[in-house]
C-alpha cells in the first residue's frame, strides 16, 4: 500500500473527529444562563437568574383592601416591604395554595421588585441560552407577552417567564 | 420666622391602632376629632359609614366585633366612619413608615390608604383620615345629584 492511499474510512474518522472538535469548541463558547425553576401546580416555570434576588420561606402576608385579587399581600422583608403576587391568579387559573414547600420568590425587574409565590422552588441552574425555545403558538396573547420562552428540565416542559414583563403587565391590567 | 412646613412633626405620629377582620389599620390621632363605643354613638342617631363600605375587606358586609366610631372634622364638615376593635394608641416614628412597593402602590383604588408603619415589626395599613374624609364627602355629593 502506498503511502499517498487516502482510504475513504481514514476520510470519514477524520472529519468525524473534526466536527467533534467543533462542536466542543462552541459548546464551549455557548452563553451560559442563569435559571431558577419553580413549580406552580403541575406546571414548571423559570425565571431569569439575574432578576431573582432571593428566596424566602412563606411570611405572614398583610392583605392589602382595594387591591387586584392576584397581589395576596405585603411582607416584611427585614424591614423592607413587598408586595406578593400570584402568578396563577394573574394568569385566570386556580389560587395558588400555600404548604411547607411554598416559597416566595423575590424578583426585581426595571425597578420593580415583587415577591411571587410559588409551590417549589426546583432548582437552579446554569442552561444554555441555545437551549431555550420560542413559546408555543398556542399561548394566549397576554401570556405570551411576559413569557420569554421554553425548555426541557427533566422531562418537564418549563415556561420561562420575564419578571419585567410580568409586571408592567400586571401595573397595565388595572 | 416659622413656617406650616417647619410645624409639622417628621418624627412620627401618634396613631390609633384598629382591626378590622384579620387586617391592622392605623390612623393619625391628630386628624381623629372623638372616638365613641357604638352604644354611646347610636344615641347622637348620626349616621356613620361603616370601613368596609369605603373599602370593601371581604366579598360580603364583615360582621363588627367591637364596633367604634370616630369622628373627623375636615375643611368644617364632620365626617363619622365606623371601625372596629381599636387596639392600641402608640407613636409610630418615621423610621418605621414606609411607602407601598410599586405594585401595590400603582394598583391600589384609594390614595388614602397610603403606605405601611412597623409596629413590632408587623405591618400596619395606615389611613389619612383627611384623605378617607375628603372621599366620603365626595361619595355623598355624587350620591344627592
Known sequence: MEETDNYKSDRILEEIHKRKDRNLEVQKDEEKIKLVVFTLGSHYYALHGDSVKEILTVLKIVRVPATPPFILGIINVRGDIQSVIDVNLFMGQSPTQTSVHSRIVIAEKNGIRSGIIVDTVQDVLDTPKNSIQKPISTLNDTIRYFVDGEFSYRHHNVTLLDAGKLFEKMTEKS | ?145
Not at chain 2, 406650616?4 to 376629632?33: H, P, S, T, Y
Not at chain 2, 390614595?111 to 383620615?129: A, E, F
Request: charged fraction near 20%; charge should be negative; proline fraction near 7%.
Open chain 2, 1 to 145: 420666622m416659622t413656617t406650616a412646613l417647619q410645624k409639622i412633626n417628621i418624627d412620627g405620629f401618634k396613631a390609633l391602632v384598629f382591626r378590622m377582620q384579620d387586617i391592622q389599620f392605623a390612623a393619625d390621632l391628630e386628624q381623629i376629632n372623638e372616638l365613641h363605643e357604638m352604644p354611646q354613638w347610636q344615641k347622637t342617631e348620626e349616621e356613620a359609614v361603616p370601613l368596609d363600605r369605603l373599602i370593601p375587606l371581604t366579598t360580603i358586609p364583615i360582621v363588627y366585633k367591637e364596633p367604634h366610631v370616630i369622628t373627623i372634622n375636615y375643611q368644617g364638615t364632620r365626617v363619622s366612619v365606623q371601625i372596629d376593635q381599636p387596639e392600641d394608641i402608640t407613636f409610630i416614628p418615621i423610621d418605621a413608615i414606609r411607602s407601598f412597593p410599586p405594585l401595590v402602590d400603582n394598583l391600589r383604588q384609594h390614595l388614602w390608604l397610603w403606605g405601611v408603619g412597623l409596629i413590632n415589626d408587623k405591618p400596619v395599613l395606615l389611613i389619612d383620615c383627611h384623605k378617607m374624609a375628603a372621599e366620603c364627602l365626595s361619595n355623598q355629593e355624587a350620591a344627592w345629584h
